[in-house]
């Protein structure tokens, strides 16, 4: 989640009998406007506060001036463009009348000088406020002689809008020319200034030839591979990186179905971690977590997903050129710590796409049959991962079909076939750092499903949650519900089958990787030219149904009591966690089942 600096703005002016200022402030920031200067008192005087002729009192909401200390100055946070306007302050004292004056300006928008070099690719930055939805891009002009001209990244290939409908609606513009150096602005679609880019290009210095001379050893071997340290890392790595994800998913896709399995994305990310050296290598190991020195990263994520592979079908696999000749060294490392082979491309589109969707078919027993389109011929590597989880819960459900009304986000009912247990086993506790009622359902493979409820169905309840999903608040969670006493529950849930497939690409750039696209070091995968990521796909397939291993093991139970109820029968937030492993497998929203 992006954080938003508070600015505070503290102010002392020197009181005059008519005094007048001119304020520029941001959004977000604080203000504070004194009446009448520090030093001076005026006991018994009557003071009056106005904002744009109108009275201000001392019963105002959050982000509305408030008066403070009987009047001596009102208290602006935070500030919005609500506050652009006249503020007074009128002093009488006797037969006196002194006034100040503040006229405050909101200014939302950055300015911004960036120099780049000829060829290479800019980045022009833009942002909304963070708060609210984004509901339409950013409009990028490019300020010319003969006015603003508007830029399409949809009819201009090396203009590109990294993330559509986020708050961070930062462009860039590939193989910059001198032709492209000058202003750019970025507007709101209502026209309001968000931020100028002073773009200057200049010619670069003659680049050294590419070489990877220090850069072809293997990876360095693990020392102490019985070290009882490393397990636990990688488990606090796999879950600071899966909330990492998260919420660069959340803020991309704010209200619809979310899935992704952050154990199969980091799976991937670091076999190709296998073969990157230098500034790459320490590039990729921070996006995933781990610490530069975590030499045994890849033999630990072998004991992972050996732990792993009773309840989890996850296949990864490096596709490459054949023009690429691999080293040696990396193929026979991808062998024994990920059980893959690099696999050398075919000779057309056509058989690539139907040898990868085989491939993907295979390693998820049909579960996903489809991830690729097609596979350019000029394509040098193709990085895949699928994964896919069918949970079994530990006492069958019914089997009678039966169907309710889901609430979603805005307040519409669906209906929709129901999971309906009367007397399910569940440990079920509200956290309050989330701000949730969290539930526990025990599944089959030694794994557990957990499932968060909002206070309610709205969006802010549900944002709420959200934004306090950090890895520590997942564990203390974890821990939290484990130490609850599971009883019986009345369980309502709606059938959940989800079959996603995120922006892989737009998550390796969001996560600080763009320079795997377009200026690697590789060398430890291939030292003779510099090679470049071209493509990263993820799908991910959720299905929970009524099918349990211990059929009929409740139904011959009577119970005399009533029981509690857990209904998620409005958007909730889901969690796929191995016991065994405990590492988070799956993270999921469910807003339209």
């Known amino acids: 989640m992006k954080q938003q600096a508070l600015l505070c703005l503290l102010l002392q002016l020197a009181f005059e009998l008519s005094s007048g200022t001119n304020l520029w402030v941001v959004p977000g920031s604080s203000l504070e406007l004194p009446c009448f200067s520090f030093q001076t008192d005026f006991p018994g005087a009557a003071i009056t506060w106005k904002f744009n002729g109108n009275e201000i009192n001392a019963n105002t909401p959050n982000g509305s001036p408030r008066v403070k200390q009987g009047g001596r100055y009102i208290f602006i946070s935070p500030v919005t463009a609500a506050n652009e306007g006249d503020y007074s302050c ?18 939302a ?107 072809t050893t293997p990876w360095e071997p693990c020392q102490d591979e019985n070290s009882r340290t490393g397990e636990p890392m990688l488990q606090e790595s796999i879950t600071e990186f899966s909330m990492k994800l998260y919420s ?24 190709l971690l296998l073969g990157a050296r230098g500034d790459t290598r320490k590039a990729i190991e921070r996006a995933v977590c781990v610490p530069h ?62 040898m990868i969707n085989s491939w993907v078919a295979n390693k998820t027993n049909n579960k996903i049959q489809h991830l690729v389109d097609s596979v350019s011929p000029s394509t040098q590597l193709m ?46 506790t509200y956290v309050v750092q989330l701000k949730a009622q969290v539930a526990r359902l025990a599944l089959t493979g030694d794994s557990s499903l957990y499932i968060l409820l909002p206070s309610s169905r709205k969006v802010s309840d549900l944002q709420l949650v959200e934004e306090s999903l950090t890895d520590t608040a997942v564990r203390q969670m974890i821990q939290e519900v484990q130490k609850t006493t599971p009883e019986h529950v009345e369980v309502t849930l709606p059938k959940i089958e989800l079959d996603v497939q995120p922006d892989m690409n737009m998550l390796i750039k969001k996560l600080g990787l ?63 966690w191995s016991d065994t492993a405990n590492v988070p497998l799956f993270i999921g929203r469910v807003t339209d089942p």
């Open 90 to 107: 009128l002093i009488k004292d006797n037969d006196r009348e002194m006034i100040t004056t503040y006229k405050v300006r909101v200014d």
């Open 383 to 428: 990085l895949l991962n699928a994964v896919s989880f069918t949970g079994q819960w530990k006492v069958k459900y019914e089997m009678k079909p039966r169907k309710g009304l889901f609430t979603k986000l805005d307040g519409d009912l669906v209906n929709v076939q129901l999971l309906y247990h009367p007397k399910y086993m569940v440990a079920m």
């Open 248 to 271: 660069y998913l959340r803020e991309s896709q704010p209200s619809s179905n979310l899935l992704f399995s952050p154990i199969s994305i980091i799976g991937a990310l670091s076999h």
């Open 514 to 576: 763009s320079s795997l696209f377009e200026s690697s070091n590789l060398c430890g995968l291939y030292s003779e030219e510099r090679v470049v990521l071209d493509d990263a796909r993820h799908r991910a397939f959720l299905a929970l149904n009524e099918q349990g291993v211990e059929a009929g093991a409740v139904t011959t139970i009577s119970f005399s009591r009533s029981f509690p109820s857990f209904s998620a029968l409005r958007p909730f937030i889901m969690l796929l």
């Open 293 to 354: 020195d975590f030499h045994c990263v890849h033999l630990q994520m072998k004991k992972l997903r050996e732990k792993l592979a009773g309840s989890l079908q996850m296949a990864s696999q490096i596709y490459y050129n054949p023009e690429i000749n691999l080293n040696q060294s990396f193929i026979d490392q991808s062998i024994q710590f990920y059980d893959a082979k690099p696999v050398m491309l075919l000779d057309t589109s056509e058989n690539n796409t139907e």
């Open 109 to 215: 928008s950055f300015n911004y000088s960036i120099k780049v070099i000829k060829g290479s690719t800019a980045h022009l930055p833009c942002h909304f406020q963070p708060a609210g939805e984004v509901k339409a891009n950013a409009l990028w002009f490019n300020e010319t002689g003969l006015g603003n001209e508007l830029l399409n990244p949809e009819g201009d290939n090396r203009v590109e809008l990294l993330y559509p409908l986020d708050h961070d609606q930062t462009i860039i513009i590939r193989d910059v020319g001198m032709q492209d150096a000058g202003t750019y602005l970025c507007r709101s679609a209502e026209g309001a200034k968000l931020s100028s880019v002073n773009l200057i290009v200049e010619v670069a210095p003659t680049a050294p030839p590419h070489s990877c001379s220090g850069f």
